[in-house]
Each structure stands twice: as structure tokens, then as C-alpha cells.
């Protein structure tokens, strides 16, 4: 059987293992919830009080990345599917079965990779999609909005799905580098809610060069259409945390073919 051919089978049996494991589908849940949940109760908010805005805060308004404020919290949702679907097989001794099917571990974890990716980015962009229309429905007619048809605006619902899909990969690689969800899940909170509240007390001036390196000043450059002065522009961001998530996962694959299962 050719290299391809394994894969593709390694992939399909995890993509089995993905769809009928009650974690996987209750973190999808979660995500979709949470995404569709809070940005309308957010968008809702922001329409209700419009009038109390302020001139210079109605200047600088964002409908884009108002209506997707529910990714706020969704992302530690995607986070969580990506550290379960690796270390949930490492907590259940599994993990030694998976290897006994698919030796080659390299393989192994490129296909729970595919599966995972693959998986997030399509319920993402489609969730983030709807999210943005159903925001722009709020504000219609009290609310400034936006149209798709504005390539910044189109540039930051595509990007807002793939800052969710590269978190849940950023998860997978916690997960095989730590191996136990709850010091995974502690790693990736502490470094998307933590680190930020962290480099508050830190003289302003080194806030300036620190924050628009924290994962989740990235995404919320990626989801402006106009990233505020002291940030990264959208495409920057996304390669910066693209490169934060290659690290991870190089390190984590390291490991991976170095440590006992």
C-alpha cells in the first residue's frame, strides 16, 4: 500500500474517531454557541446604546469585528478541541492502540492534523459568516454596517476562521507536548487570558512592544478591517501567529517520535 493510501486510511479512521467522540461534538457545540450566543447578544447591546456613543467612538467604530466578538470566547472552545483530540488518547492509554493501527507517528498525528484543521476551518468560516450577517441585520438601520462586497471586511470574516483554526491547531500541539488535557488547557488559557492581563502591569512603554505580540492581540488584528496604530496590520498577524503555531506543532512532533507512547 503507497504512502497515500495509508494516510488517506490513517485519516478516514481518525475522521471516524472525531465525529462519534461526545468531546469533539460537544466543543462544536460549545463553539457555535458561543460564536453565534454572545456576538448577537454583544451586537444587540452595542444597538441599544448607540445613542450613548461618543462622536470620536463612533468614528472608530468596527461593525466587522463587533458582529464577531463571540470568537472572544469561542477561542478557547476550539482550544480545547484540539488539546482533547490528542491528549484525551494519552489520558486513556489509547494512545497505544492508535500506534498499534498506524506505527509510523509522524502519520498518525498528520492525520488527526487534517481531520482537526480541516474540520474547524470549514464550521469556522461558515459560523463566522453567519455571524457577520446576523450582526449587520442588529445594526441595520440604528448602526453603521458593512457589506461582504468590501474586500477589508471579506478579508476579516475568511481570517477570523482561520485565527480560530490555527488556536485549535496551537491546542493539538500543546497536547502533544504536554500530553494531559489539564496542563494543556492551563497553558493555553494562561497564554490567551493571562499573558494579557500580565503585560498590563508593565510600564507603557513596554506594553506598546509586547501586546501586539500576544496570540490574542493577533486576532483581533486579523478580524479588523482597519487594525488599531500600536497592532499589526491583518496579513501580518497571521503569519506571526502562523509561525507562534509551526513552532509549537515542529516541537510537539519532535517529541512526539522521541518519547514512549
Known amino acids: 500500500m503507497s504512502t497515500n493510501e495509508n494516510l488517506w486510511s490513517s485519516t478516514r479512521a481518525e475522521w471516524i474517531k472525531f465525529r462519534s467522540v461526545r468531546s469533539s461534538i460537544m466543543g462544536v ?4 454557541v458561543l460564536t453565534l450566543g454572545l456576538g448577537a447578544l454583544i451586537t444587540v447591546a452595542v444597538r441599544s446604546h448607540w445613542h ?8 472608530t467604530f468596527d461593525p466587522v469585528s463587533t458582529s ?5 470566547f469561542a477561542q478557547f472552545a476550539v482550544g480545547v478541541i484540539g488539546v482533547l483530540l490528542i491528549s484525551s488518547e494519552y489520558s ?8 498499534a493501527a498506524v506505527p ?7 492525520s488527526k492534523l487534517i481531520v482537526l484543521s480541516v474540520s474547524i476551518l470549514f464550521i469556522s468560516e461558515i459560523v463566522c459568516l453567519i455571524a457577520f450577517v446576523m450582526g449587520q441585520a442588529i445594526f441595520s ?3 453603521p454596517t458593512d457589506s461582504l462586497a468590501n474586500g477589508a471586511v471579506l478579508r476579516s470574516v475568511v481570517l477570523a476562521g482561520i485565527y480560530l483554526t490555527l488556536l485549535a491547531v496551537f491546542g493539538f500541539a500543546l ?4 500530553r494531559q488535557s489539564a496542563a494543556c488547557i492551563s497553558v493555553f488559557t494562561s497564554l490567551l487570558l493571562v499573558l494579557p492581563i500580565i503585560v498590563l502591569f ?3 512603554s513596554w506594553q506598546n512592544a509586547f501586546t501586539k505580540y500576544e496570540p490574542s492581540a493577533l486576532g483581533r488584528a486579523m478580524m479588523s478591517t482597519t487594525p488599531p496604530a500600536q497592532m499589526f496590520g491583518a496579513w501580518t498577524a497571521f503569519l506571526i501567529l502562523a509561525l507562534y503555531v509551526a513552532v509549537t506543532l515542529g516541537s510537539g512532533l519532535f517529541l512526539l517520535q522521541r518519547r514512549d507512547a
Open 29 to 32: 457545540l460549545v463553539f457555535v
Open 52 to 59: 450613548e456613543t461618543t462622536p470620536v467612538n463612533r468614528l
Open 68 to 72: 464577531l466578538a463571540g470568537t472572544i
Open 92 to 99: 486513556s492509554g489509547s494512545i497505544r492502540t492508535s500506534l
Open 104 to 110: 509510523n507517528r509522524v502519520r498518525l498525528a498528520a
Open 141 to 143: 438601520g440604528v448602526v
Open 175 to 178: 497536547g502533544l507536548i504536554l
Open 202 to 204: 508593565l510600564p507603557q
